[in-house]
């Protein structure tokens, strides 16, 4: 899609897990170069605050205008201040990329109770404590839009069960805000990606051939990566998608259309 420079001109757009390992594209990183580009400047949220300045040159390279921050999405006081600065810095907020998650794999009967805990915490307490912060900027400026990056897991689980659980929370959480914030002028979405490659995939050692596996797993027999995931967050944050909440778009080049697979 050929989003114009002027699309999301005036936006402000926090991302979090904006950072991505090295030159990597990652979900979180392709949404913010993407946003940048339909004209929105950009606050880049990562717990490590290289990665979201790397973010934050690769934008300024092209013309665009973000902020780097360094938070942990899990800590209350942390969200807190990332609304903050995003106001200080560029008036308010308007869009919100809520990216931060981690993967488990493994049964009920596998996991270690602290992991539940950790991926839960991970995956859907930042996503309630940056909507709690977020909400009421994106009132005060008379609407906004948020997506909350959930995933295929939630819809076909196949052997990542704490991680299924938590993207299953994201979807509930993602139609609840949607219901809530209506009247306020906020709508919420997911995105659901499917087996994108990224820097987290590909740091873990992925092998050819489970990378192969991966790609053939889609009916459209094409590999997915960051930029296909941010592509569907800018739609979902844009007034193109204005009568669009509570929805979860799989991007999955169609995995969640077949028999699942067992592992
Ligand atoms: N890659 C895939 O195949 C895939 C598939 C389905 C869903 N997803 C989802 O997409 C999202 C992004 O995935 P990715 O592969 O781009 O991620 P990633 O692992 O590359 O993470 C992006 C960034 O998040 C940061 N981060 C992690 N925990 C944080 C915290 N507590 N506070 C602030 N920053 C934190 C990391 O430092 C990293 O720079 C996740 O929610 C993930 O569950 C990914």
């Not at 990665?51 to 209350?76: K, P």
């Not at 942390?78 to 488990?104: I, M």
């Not at 094409?222 to 979860?248: K, M, N, P």
């Amino acid at each position: 899609m050929d989003y114009q420079a002027a699309d999301m001109a005036g936006k402000v757009a926090i991302v979090t897990g904006a950072g991505a390992r090295g030159e990597g594209i990652g979900n979180g990183r392709a949404a913010a170069i993407l946003l940048a580009r339909a004209g929105a400047r950009v606050v880049a949220v990562d717990r490590q605050l290289p990665l979201a300045e790397r973010t934050v040159a690769m934008i300024s390279e092209e013309g665009g205008t973000a902020l780097a921050v360094q938070a942990d999405v899990t800590s209350a006081a942390d969200c807190e201040r990332v609304v903050h600065e995003a106001t200080a810095a560029f008036g308010g907020v308007d869009l919100l990329d809520n990216n931060v998650g981690v993967g488990s794999r493994g049964t009920v009967v596998d996991e270690d109770p602290d992991t539940w805990d950790r991926v839960m915490r991970i995956n859907v307490r930042s996503m309630f404590l940056m909507g709690k912060y977020a909400i009421p900027a994106m009132t005060a400026r008379g609407g906004g839009a948020i997506v909350n990056v959930s995933s295929i897991a939630a819809l076909r689980p196949s052997g990542l069960t704490t991680y299924a659980a938590s993207k299953g929370a994201v979807i509930s959480l993602t139609r609840a805000m949607a219901t809530d914030h209506a009247r306020a002028g906020i709508r919420v979405n997911c995105v659901a990606p499917g087996p994108v490659y990224t820097p987290m995939v590909a740091g873990d050692g992925m092998s050819d051939e489970l990378r192969a596996l991966r790609r053939s797993a889609a009916p459209l027999d094409i590999e997915g990566s960051g930029w296909d995931i941010g592509e569907a967050v800018v739609f979902l944050l844009s007034d193109r998608a204005r009568y669009i909440t509570g929805q979860t778009l799989a991007v999955d080049g169609g995995v969640t259309l077949t028999a699942g697979r067992r592992r």
